[in-house]
């Protein structure tokens, strides 16, 4: 008969609250540059030019294509090679903004794409310049409309974060690894972590959630 215990694993507690606090600054970071560089390549990919839209493809098909632990690999382990050494934190925030960026490249573009054609002439009828136009009246009511589908790439991202531990930063999983490895109690460690990204994942959505209303207003669906 298995014998679970619990406490060996909960006596760790400030290195499960150290590694759960390191996957929420990595999330956030992520997060926010994620969809900084995800609008910057759907504007692209939807108005863009020449190489650089062709570009910005390569870069979103590379990233929507490729395993994540294996961008995170590249990153820290391959760059090296080419001179370029980051810690474990910084090539983890990295992958996980790249990776990020090239889904919400793509969520954000349907987004655009749906904008009503009489809202942007309406818009253009106002003498409001292009940067106007973008910032103010086709992204805001875009976000609004493809939140859920960003909100659930970012929970994504925020769980693809414990492969993190794989190079050594101190994330959540990072956290139960090493507290298997003390005591030895690996079922329970990973429950108990299993727990935990359960928690951060209902808690995050719900926020998010309630975000997006407050951030881009309550968007009707677009109407061609």
Known sequence: MIALDFVAVLAEWPLLLRGMAHTVSLTAVATVLGLMLGIACAKVRVHGHGLLR?????????????????????????????????????????????????????????????????????????????????????????????????????IIVMLGSAVCGQISTEELSYAANLIQSRNFRAFESFIVATAIYLGLSIALRHLLVALGPRLFGRVAPAHR
Do not use: C, D, H, K
């Open 54 to 154: 062709l570009g910005v493809g390569a870069y979103v098909e590379l990233f929507r294509n490729t395993p994540f632990i294996v961008q995170l690999f590249f990153i820290f382990f391959g760059l090296p090679g080419l001179g370029l050494r980051l810690t474990p934190e910084i090539a983890s925030v990295l992958a996980m903004v790249l990776n990020l960026g090239a889904y919400a490249a793509e969520i954000v573009r349907a987004g655009l794409q749906s904008t009503p054609r009489g809202q942007i002439e309406a818009a253009r009828s106002l003498a409001l310049t292009e940067r106007q136009l973008f910032w103010r009246v086709v992204l805001p009511p875009a976000l609004g409309r493809v939140w859920p589908s960003v909100v659930s790439q970012i």
